[in-house]
């Protein structure tokens, strides 16, 4: 069954370095949405992607905190410098408009990031 | 403003018990709500949604807007059920998919 896959699957870096996360959604899924999950809160979407295009990232602190998803597939979340707020799961899904899932969001498991 | 709030950070029943989670929300359009379950070590994922109006592994859920509350219930508990259930909500009336979670829900089911 096909899955969205996160790498790595935990981080530990010192506040100021840069860490990146990478998310592969299920083939097909032209939609991938990056949240972010603080201890003991529910998921916060971070930044929307249609194909290769941003639609929502209105809540992405854009002073150090960047997505692309250059080829429509697979994306990668990029924080620079990392603060000790930025600990946090952080999680990455798809969606597809077509098909008996349609617009049903798959989750990857999650990069847990913890700094230092 | 968009929220959604689940007041219980943690529900404790026996197993055969009924169960109800509670979800509340605010949003002035029509939403789409749903109810997200993490069962320990496995990812988060979709439970139900209430325009499918079907019940998944006995639970259920029904969307009253008067009261703006979609609350998931079960009549009898099992102990397969703990996990960490999340409520979320995407608004109608946005062109994006994102969901609005709510801080979820531990529910610990007894032997």
């Known amino acids: 069954e096909a899955e969205v896959a996160q790498s790595p699957r935990y981080k530990i870096t010192e506040k100021s370095q840069a860490v990146a996360f990478w998310c592969d959604p299920i083939s097909g899924h032209a939609t991938l949405y990056w949240y972010r999950q603080i201890l003991g809160q529910g998921p916060e979407l971070l930044v929307q992607?249609?194909?290769?295009?941003?639609?929502?990232d209105s809540q992405l602190p854009k002073d150090r905190f960047s997505a692309e998803r250059l080829k429509g597939v697979d994306s990668t979340l990029k924080i620079q410098p990392a603060e000790l707020g930025d600990s946090a799961m952080y999680l990455c899904?798809?969606?597809?408009?077509?098909?008996?899932?349609?617009?049903?969001?798959?989750f990857g498991p999650g990069t847990r990031l913890t700094v230092l | 403003a968009q929220r959604v709030t689940q007041p219980e950070k943690l529900l404790s029943v026996f197993k055969g018990a009924p169960v109800e989670l509670k979800c509340n929300y605010s949003y002035s359009g029509s939403p789409e709500l749903f109810w997200y379950v993490q069962y320990s070590r496995q990812r988060l994922q979709l439970l139900l949604r209430h325009i499918s109006r079907e019940s998944i592994k006995g639970f259920t859920a029904d969307l009253n807007k008067g009261e703006t509350s979609f609350h998931l219930k079960k009549p009898f508990a099992q102990e397969e059920d703990s996990a960490m259930y999340y409520c979320?909500?995407?608004?109608?009336?946005?062109?994006?998919?994102?969901?609005?979670f709510g801080q979820g829900t531990t529910l610990q089911v007894k032997p």
């Open positions: 979320a909500l995407r608004p109608g009336s946005s062109n994006t998919g994102k969901l609005i």
């Open positions: 992607f249609q194909d290769e295009s941003v639609v929502d």
């Open positions: 899904a798809s969606s597809s408009l077509a098909g008996p899932s349609y617009n049903e969001q798959f």
